[in-house]
């Protein structure tokens, strides 16, 4: 855990002697020792990242504390040096999270190194210096780019460990996304407590099973990818909906401040920590749309039933990551999986998968309908069609943190599938009767031949984990070869030169893939927060100026003294001159939230006037709690437009006076403490 000295990013003060003047940086005189070394006494400020050093922070240090290293300014260059005599990296046979935190050590290592440099003179004294700090930063390189080339390894597993966990091995492989991983937020339940009994003035005993089951949901979601994976799915829906009613009352605006999030990103395992709700719910969508390509990849796309549920997980996990990229509410490019470039491409490369198997599905169901059926060109195009867009929108840093074998993928089953479009297009029009649409299939076979060829090559020597699809696209080569043999050599050689004028088979499907983020958007889910009261009054956004409770007597002449209007909760219109409710202190504005001990948050003026009779015609007494909220006062008659009426009795009010009459000798006050602006307390000043 991180843990942070407050006063860190305080100034040390200057002493006059030691002051000096430099153009651009700001600079501090630094005393030295004669090895050229920092002397504790020097004073430098640093401009950017803070240094890294080794041992405990003392009191008097400036410095940031990560497990056994201090992150500080007031230290010798000689114990920075120390810290970044390390050997080698070596993250073979890691977990994702082990590779993510070794990722952490090293980019807070370089971060030091960095400052360092920026601290030391470039005079002569200094070479060595600087050239022993420039040989660690390219050691912390080198163990970062091991540290990114694991990640891709595991990434690359995730799909394959998906793929062999089928009860058969599907013809064609799937790219299957991994989660992202997060620390356990140990504080956010204390957090919550407390943001509870300062905003809404409310005990934390009150909701502290609500905060408990908040934060159990979401340590199920953080441990999802551990579960099965409809499981795991529930998880993850579950925790995001909770968040969804439970941002409202505690993180609108970043409200709750001290709630912190740290997310480690997919692709390059660098630490994202956030207070924003933003990147809470952005990655949860993410792992939401992870673990539906994970499951698409486990069903058994031999069979019918199991392509339909991978074509239904893939566009749900297409729709979620279009839902992250737009809502105007998680755009967020902390990190590289979470750009909106990135969204885009992973999104589109889900729908190209998702068209891969509904391509698969139609020729199970056409053969199963009849024995004689032949696909059409026009579907395999349109698949085609899908890995183009995917490769096209590849954009940095996706780009170069995506495992290369994901792109090789792409590019080759983009080529295998305008392959076979151009075979199927082109044995239908060398069956045709017209000489040029002859000429043209037989362009298309032989334009298939040299693609195909070229494709299980390529295939053959960077897919080595999938031989299956290699026969597959032999199989297909095997078609447009023989086909070509049968003809005369002249007419292959004729048409060698028209292949550049043949166009290319436009992609046309009986059913698209779409992007449907119905799953994980809608939903009727209970608000573990409702005790709070309806969310429209009681959420972060509203301040909870105060929470006072009043004794309030009923008398014969003004009642209580108090009327309502409204409802969800009722306001205190208006309070009597001369009533039990002025006495005790009831203002105009404030609002009712218990009565008697009965809540009452969620009724309306008729419904608590119902109790103040209740009491008026036995006790004669009536304890009543209220709160003041400003941000709500002035849309009051909006949002409640019923018409005020009296609590318990007609109040007889005093009316307002045409004329001010001065007494003789005397002026006139008015005492307009507890009072409404239209009952005023005329005295005799």
């Known amino acids: 855990m991180i843990t942070q000295n407050r006063d860190a990013d305080k100034e040390t003060p200057l002493s006059p002697s030691s002051r000096t003047k430099t153009w651009g940086r700001k600079t501090l005189n630094r005393e030295t020792d004669r090895d050229g070394t920092l002397s504790p006494s020097s004073k430098t400020k640093t401009m950017g990242r803070k240094s890294i050093v080794p041992g405990e922070a003392s009191p008097a240090s400036k410095s940031m504390t990560l497990g056994g290293m201090t992150l500080g300014r007031s230290r010798r260059r000689s114990e920075v040096m120390a810290i970044t005599e390390f050997t080698d990296v070596r993250p073979e046979g890691l977990t994702r999270m082990e590779v993510n935190q070794l990722m952490t050590r090293e980019l807070r290592l370089r971060d030091g190194c960095k400052n360092m440099l920026r601290l030391i003179n470039k005079d002569a004294k200094h070479i060595a210096q600087r050239t022993e700090i420039k040989a660690q930063l390219a050691s912390i390189h080198k163990n970062v780019t091991r540290l990114h080339a694991e990640l891709q390894k595991i990434n690359m597993q995730t799909a394959l460990t998906c793929r062999c966990e089928s009860l058969e091995i599907s013809p064609f492989p799937m790219i299957a996304l991994a989660l992202k991983e997060t620390v356990q937020a140990d504080d956010l339940e204390e957090n919550l407590n407390e943001f509870i009994e300062s905003h809404y003035h409310e005990p934390r005993e009150k909701l502290e099973k609500p905060i408990e089951t ?22 993850i829906q579950n925790y995001f909906w909770h968040l969804q009613r439970a941002e409202h009352r505690f993180f609108q605006e970043d409200r709750c401040r001290n709630a912190v999030f740290q997310w480690y990103d997919a692709f390059e395992g660098h630490p994202i920590t956030k207070k924003s709700l933003k990147l809470e719910k952005a990655s949860m969508l993410y792992n939401f749309a992870a673990l539906s390509t994970q499951i698409a990849c486990k069903a058994d796309r031999n069979t019918s039933a199991g392509l339909e549920e991978a074509i239904q997980h893939l566009q749900s996990a297409a729709g979620t990551l279009q839902y992250i990229r737009e809502e105007s509410s998680l755009k967020t490019s902390v990190s590289t999986d979470l750009s909106r470039s990135s969204l885009s491409t992973l999104s589109t490369l889900m729908l190209a998968q ?57 590019c080759f089953k983009e080529v295998y599938y305008r392959g076979i479009a151009d075979w199927y297009v082109g044995v239908l029009e060398m069956a045709a009767g017209d000489r040029a649409k002859k000429i043209s299939g037989v362009a298309k076979v032989y334009r298939a031949s040299i693609v195909l060829k070229g494709c299980l090559g390529k295939w053959r020597k960077t897919m080595e984990n999938d031989p299956e699809f290699a026969d597959l696209i032999e199989d297909h080569l095997g078609l447009t070869q023989q086909v070509l043999e049968n003809l005369d050599k002249s007419i292959v050689e004729s048409i060698t030169d028209k292949l550049d004028r043949i166009p290319a088979v436009t992609g046309k499907a009986m059913r698209w893939a779409t992007a449907r983020p119905d799953a994980i958007i809608n939903h009727d889910h209970p608000d ?35 009327t309502l209007s409204g409802g969800n909760p009722v306001r205190v219109s208006d309070v009597a001159y001369n009533g039990s409710a002025a006495d005790t202190g009831v203002m105009c504005g404030d609002y009712v939230i218990e009565v008697d001990g009965v809540d009452v948050r969620g009724q309306v003026a008729h419904e608590v006037e119902a109790i103040f009779n209740k009491a008026a015609a036995t006790t004669k007494e009536v304890s009543i709690v209220v709160v003041v909220n400003y941000d709500m006062q002035n849309f009051e008659e909006l949002i409640n437009p019923e018409m005020p009426t009296a609590a318990a009795e007609r109040v007889d009010t005093l009316s307002m006076p045409s004329q001010w009459h001065r007494m003789p000798g005397a002026g006139v006050a008015f005492n307009l403490a507890g009072k409404s602006p239209f009952k005023l307390d005329l005295v005799e000043a």
């Open 354 to 410: 998702a068209q891969e198997c509904i391509w698969y599905l139609s020729q199970k169901n056409g053969r199963a309908a009849n024995k004689d059926w032949q696909p059409d060109g026009g579907e395999a195009a349109a698949v085609a069609g899908w890995y183009s867009s995917v490769r096209e929108s590849l954009r940095q840093p996706l780009a170069s943190s995506m495992p290369k074998t994901w792109i090789d993928m792409v």
């Open 528 to 562: 573990l927060f409702a005790a709070l009261g309806p969310v429209y009054f009681f959420n972060a956004m509203c301040a909870l100026v105060e929470r006072r409770s009043h004794h309030l007597t009923h008398t014969e002449e003004t009642g209580f003294g108090i």
């Open 214 to 235: 908040l934060c159990a949901a979401r340590e199920s979601a953080r441990l999802a990818g551990a579960h099965d994976g409809l499981a795991g799915i529930k998880a």
